[in-house]
């Protein structure tokens, strides 16, 4: 039971977490959000909150089967332990199926997310999330996107390899949380850039490699909080005849050279580099991390475009939402997991264009419609069951009413009914956890088979990009973290050599993941002092980072801005 121990309106409420059992503040602003959903204040923390929205968006292997209605082959990262059919997405969005056809009556003597699970188990998924994508079949999660290769939640790219939530991105390889960046490899939270190679959180770079917290330069290498500069190493000017010169004292070309370089680098960023308490650029009245033009969005992080929002992750152009991850140009919407064009819905899954609804499962340009799963196109629906305006009408009170006694209403779909096990989800990339903490939490963990493939180490790869043969692409690579096995694709091999980039040693997930984690582990609030002016700020790198120089934005704004 929850321990109040204020509960005026205008005053914070103290309640313990159902699920870790810690306190957690409610603020009477989250009481109003929720009232205006008709939702009850809840009764678990932010974080688990978040940890159960996130364990239904999958981060699963890419792996080949067929369609259920064709036998056509596919490629999914749904799981093979999922009990619904998994049709071509073609097929899905198709007319050779009824919907409709799995409606079942609504029973009230049964629990609501008992019935709804039904329906999700028996109608067909698509085997991919996406649309008006062109030859991009190893993708998940990806939009108006073409020529692609093993990349998910990506909007407007072209011609990107192992990319990860890149929006109008082309001829990249390995970059993550990049906007408009081009012929680009292994960038993280860069914006505008143009042949940029090993940078984090660079804006309007050009042609530099080894950047940090850059903004306007160019030619640039080792840098780091240069604003408007070129022809610098290691923030030293040198004129442009005296930079072509000096570069070449770096060896780029080598495994071994960049990982020495990297590990210089890292060193600069913990004792050199000034680091500002967060990520927000033009922010107002807004707590997280991540958030670009937003206000009034509390706790909130990876936010672009929001406005009045709270608890809500991962999203761009959001609106009057509570508890949201992953939803996209969506207003007035609650309890939401992955979705695009949401409107005063709630509980809604991989759903878009989706209005006055909720508990919705994969849907799609839908309105009035409650519980159901699949459905295109549809109105006053309920379990799949098509109904008129006024029975739908009279028959929805009464099923909320059944969810409020149960205690049904105002939560997100029970954990277990995710897709994937947590630990194949990205709750466990923002969350890591353990079998046993997520089995208490109601959620699953699915067993990983141990892989037996064979073939050359990635650690027995060629340490020069210039030793390495074309046929290196027929053989296949074992990663030595994970024991999975990657191949170095042709379109891939050529990028690199074109750039003098060195093979990497490792999976494509591992590296993707180990550097999405620099993100993952800057988002819960530490308290800190001001390297400048010494007064207490609120900051967001973890002691593991070991930076020395952390600045509040006022400092930094002087001092690096």
Not at 63 to 73: E, F
Not at 244 to 266: C, H, M, N, P, V
Request: proline letters at 4%.
């Amino acid at each position: 039971m929850n321990t109040e121990t204020k509960n005026t309106s205008t005053s914070s409420v103290s309640s313990t977490c159902q699920n870790c059992k810690q306190s957690f503040t409610i603020e009477p602003e989250d009481v109003a959000m929720y009232g205006q959903f008709d939702l009850p204040a809840p009764d678990v923390c932010p974080t688990c909150r978040l940890k159960h929205l996130f364990s239904f968006w999958i981060f699963g292997k890419f792996r080949k089967t067929t369609s259920a209605l064709s036998n056509k082959s596919i490629i999914t990262v749904l799981s093979d332990k999922v009990q619904f059919p998994i049709y071509d997405r073609e097929e899905w969005i198709g007319d050779t199926w009824d919907v409709l056809s799995y409606g079942q009556e609504y029973d009230p003597a049964r629990p609501f997310f008992e019935q709804f699970r039904e329906v999700m188990n028996t109608v067909p998924h698509p085997h991919q999330i996406g649309t008006r994508n062109v030859n991009c079949p190893w993708t998940d999660d990806c939009f108006d996107c073409r020529e692609c290769y093993l990349c998910r939640s990506m909007v407007g790219c072209e011609f990107l390899t192992y990319a990860y939530r890149c929006f109008d991105c082309k001829n990249s390889v390995d970059i993550t949380y990049c906007y408009n960046t081009d012929f680009s490899y292994d960038c993280l939270y860069c914006f505008k850039c143009y042949k940029l190679q090993y940078a984090f959180n660079c804006r309007d770079c050009i042609e530099s490699i080894f950047l940090y917290d850059c903004r306007n330069v160019q030619n640039c290498f080792m840098c780091w909080n240069l604003r408007n500069k070129q022809y610098c190493i290691r923030n030293k000017q040198y004129t442009k005849e005296e930079y072509f010169e000096k570069i070449k004292e770096f060896d780029t070309r080598s495994f071994q050279g960049i990982t020495a370089l990297r590990e210089q680098f890292k060193k600069i960023l913990e004792q050199e580099a000034v680091h500002r308490e967060n990520f927000n650029l033009q922010v107002t009245h807004s707590t997280g991390n991540f958030m670009t033009e937003c206000k009034n969005c509390i706790d909130c992080r990876f936010i672009e475009r929001g406005e009045n929002c709270r608890h809500c992750w991962r999203a761009t152009d959001l609106k009057d939402c509570i508890d949201c991850v992953g939803n996209f140009n969506a207003e007035k919407s609650a309890l939401v997991s992955l979705g695009e064009a949401t409107y005063e819905s709630i509980g809604t899954l991989y759903s878009l264009n989706c209005r006055y609804s909720a508990y919705l499962d994969y849907c799609q340009d839908v309105e009035y419609c409650f519980g159901c799963s699949g459905l295109k196109k549809k109105k006053y629906c309920i379990l799949n069951k098509q109904y008129s305006k006024e029975d739908y009408e009279a028959l929805l009170p009464k099923i909320k009413n059944a969810m409020r006694e149960r205690g049904e209403w105002g939560k997100f779909f029970p954990m277990a009914y995710a897709s994937a096990g947590y630990n194949l989800s990205l709750a466990q990339i923002l969350f890591p956890d353990i079998k046993a903490n997520v089995e208490h939490m109601g959620g699953w963990w699915q067993e990983l088979k141990e892989p037996t493939h064979d073939g050359v180490s990635g650690d027995a790869l060629p340490d020069r990009i210039d030793d390495v043969r074309d046929d290196i692409t027929a053989q296949a690579v074992i990663c030595p973290e994970t024991k999975w096995r990657y191949n170095i694709a042709p379109r891939e091999l050529v990028f690199y050599k074109e750039k003098g980039i060195p093979l990497p040693r490792r999976h494509p997930d591992w590296r993707t993941l180990n550097r999405f984690s620099l993100l993952g582990r800057a988002v819960t609030p530490r308290e800190g002092i001001c390297y400048y002016c010494k007064k207490a700020i609120t900051h967001y790198f973890p002691s593991e980072f070991g930076y020395q120089k952390i600045a509040c934005v006022d400092c930094y704004q002087k001092n690096i801005a």
